[in-house]
């Protein structure tokens, strides 16, 4: 059986940073582009880091869009005008 210190430095030991988790996505993005160019690679990491963002964030928060702007960090229109572009609202 474990003990909670154990448990505790387990939970610590299998926390990565969500920079790591971008840049691993990124990378294999890359590679899978196989040398293709590609001119929107900035406007494409950001809808595809926008919309599951929005989608947990708004999970987590009930759906209440107040509670999730103010999480986010964004005004609650900002954050509707985004929701109506990825047809999440």
């Given at each position: 059986?474990?003990?909670?210190?154990?448990?505790?430095?387990?939970?610590?030991?299998?926390?990565?940073?969500?920079?790591?988790?971008?840049?691993?996505?990124?990378?294999?993005?890359?590679?899978?582009?196989?040398?293709?160019?590609?001119?929107?690679?900035?406007?494409?990491?950001l809808r595809e880091l926008e919309i599951p963002l929005f989608a947990e964030v708004l999970q987590h928060c009930d759906g209440n869009q107040s509670r999730a702007a103010t999480m986010l960090g964004i005004h609650r229109a900002t954050l509707r005008k985004k929701l109506r572009e990825y047809g999440l609202a």
């Open positions: 059986m474990s003990t909670a210190v154990e448990r505790s430095e387990s939970r610590s030991a299998s926390r990565v940073p969500l920079r790591d988790h971008v840049a691993t996505s990124v990378r294999r993005y890359l590679r899978d582009l196989n040398g293709c160019d590609t001119a929107n690679l900035y406007e494409v990491a």
